[in-house]
Structure formats: C-alpha cells, structure tokens
C-alpha cells in the first residue's frame, strides 16, 4: 500500500496511511520509506508533505473523501482467500462512516473470493456504520495490477483499470480518480462486484499457466540437446495470440 500512496501523493493528493505497526509509522513519518521499491523515493522528495502515517483507521476516515483497503488476504487450507482482515478494517471504517456523517467511498483492493464484495464485505460496512451502501456511502472493488519491483511504474501506467461498483455514482469517482493519477490514459472496465472479482482471479491465474508453461519447456529443453528454453519462447511470443509477457524459463512458481 505505501508505494501506491506515494503515487497519490505525487499527483497532489493529501493520503493519510494506516498501519498497526508503530515502527513502520514511525519510519514513514521521519520520511523514510518503510519498503524498497523503484520510484519510490523519487515521489517521496516531491511530495512528502502530503503523506502522513497514523495508526487509528477511524481517525483516516474523518479526515478524508476515500478509503482505499490494501491488507494481507492470506489462502486457507481449501486454497480459498481469508477476508478477516478486510472485515478488521470495514469495522474501523463504518464506525468512522458513522460518525462522519456525509459521504464516504471504500475501494477494495485486496484479492477477494467471488461473492465477499457483495456479501460480507458490503454487510459489515453496512452493520457497523448502520448506513446503506450506495446511498450514504459507496464501495468499490478495484485491485491494482502490480508487480514487486515494478509497482509504482505499474500502478501509474496500467494496461486498464478494473471497477467493480455498488452504484454508478461510486464507479463515476472511482474512474475519475484514476484518471487524475493514471499517465497513460488507460481504458477502464467497470462491472459488478462478481464480475470484477472473477476478473482479477482469471488474471492471476492465467500469468501463473503461463510462466508454469514457460518453466514446463524449460524442463523439457534442459532434457534435449541443443534445446535452448530463450529461443524457444522469444518464438513463441511473436504469436499475437500467446504473447511474450511472463512466458519465459526461470525459477519454479508456487
């Protein structure tokens, strides 16, 4: 989350960051970046006056216009997505929707199992704020396509932008914040809680097929003699149907 912010704050916008770890708010307010991340710091000199670290959820969204979820959503034994820190957060933000008492938008970013937008996510905000979700606040389920090492060039130039809306009013935000912080003017998806979910798992799941393919012919060339894995792929990915983007040999995914 805290490359993202800096991202933010770079285009002039005022962030407030969460996070429980007092040493990792501490190192965020002396200027230091809590992560090492390309780009990172060069948008920290320019704009580090914008950006503060607290530790009190509720306390951000008295402050703000924007919720924006970024939490650990970790795998069960089932190999389903956890959602209970994404409800950890949703109390500290309804109790402060509560008590703001005007309007509030809450972008989910973090991966979630199709159906959790909708169901319990949309219900504990409602629950704990004892508002109704696109009328006194709206919600958004929009995870970033990013890389480690290469978040900040990516979140600023995607190849889209995926919003999955409670309502038109809460997507129209959405899109135009994106908009304002995007530099490559990029195409925006916008759908159904459901269908952006489903997206976002498809997505993940089809870069995975493909460097597990890659490293499936690395395998099969290591076994072949003259079989070069490089050469074969940098054939394959001339194909505009296959594409070279993440298919190439290399150490085991998973």
Same mark, same amino acid.
């Given at each position: 989350g805290?490359?993202?912010?800096? +991202?933010?704050?770079?285009?002039?916008?005022?962030?407030?960051?969460v996070d429980l770890n007092p040493k990792t708010v501490e190192t965020i307010n002396r200027g230091l970046s809590p992560v090492e991340e390309p780009g990172v710091r060069d948008l920290l000199e320019n704009a580090d006056y914008l950006f503060e670290a607290i530790q009190d959820t509720k306390a951000a969204v008295l402050r703000s216009d924007v919720s924006v979820v970024i939490v650990p959503t970790p795998s069960r034994?089932?190999?389903?997505?956890?959602?209970?820190?994404?409800?950890?957060? +949703?109390?500290?933000i309804g109790a402060g929707i509560a008590e703001k008492g005007s309007y509030h938008l809450v972008v989910v970013a973090s991966t979630v199992m199709p159906g959790s937008?909708?169901?319990?996510?949309?219900?504990?905000?409602?629950? $704990?704020?004892?508002?109704?979700c696109g009328i006194n606040f709206g919600l958004c389920y929009a995870p970033s396509f990013v890389a480690l090492g290469s978040v900040v060039r990516d979140f600023l130039n995607p190849d889209y932008v995926l919003i999955?809306?409670?309502? $038109?009013?809460?997507?129209?935000?959405?899109?135009d914040l994106y908009k304002r912080v995007c530099q490559n003017d990029p195409p925006v998806a916008r759908m159904n809680f459901v269908n952006a979910e489903l997206t976002k798992l498809a997505t993940n799941t089809f870069v995975s097929t493909k460097i597990t393919f890659g490293n499936m012919l690395a395998q099969? +060339?290591?076994?072949?003699?003259?079989?070069?894995?490089?050469?074969?792929?940098?054939?394959?990915?001339?194909?505009?149907?296959?594409?070279?983007?993440?298919?190439?040999?290399?150490?085991?995914?998973?």
């Open positions: 805290y490359p993202l912010a800096t +991202c933010y704050t770079a285009k002039g916008f005022q962030v407030t960051g034994a089932d190999g389903t997505f956890s959602t209970e820190f994404v409800l950890e957060a +949703c109390d500290s937008t909708q169901g319990e996510i949309r219900s504990r905000l409602e629950s $704990v704020s004892g508002q109704t999955g809306e409670s309502d $038109v009013k809460s997507g129209d935000l959405l899109e099969f +060339c290591e076994s072949l003699p003259g079989a070069n894995v490089d050469i074969v792929t940098s054939a394959l990915g001339q194909d505009s149907r296959i594409g070279s983007r993440y298919l190439k040999g290399g150490l085991g995914y998973g």
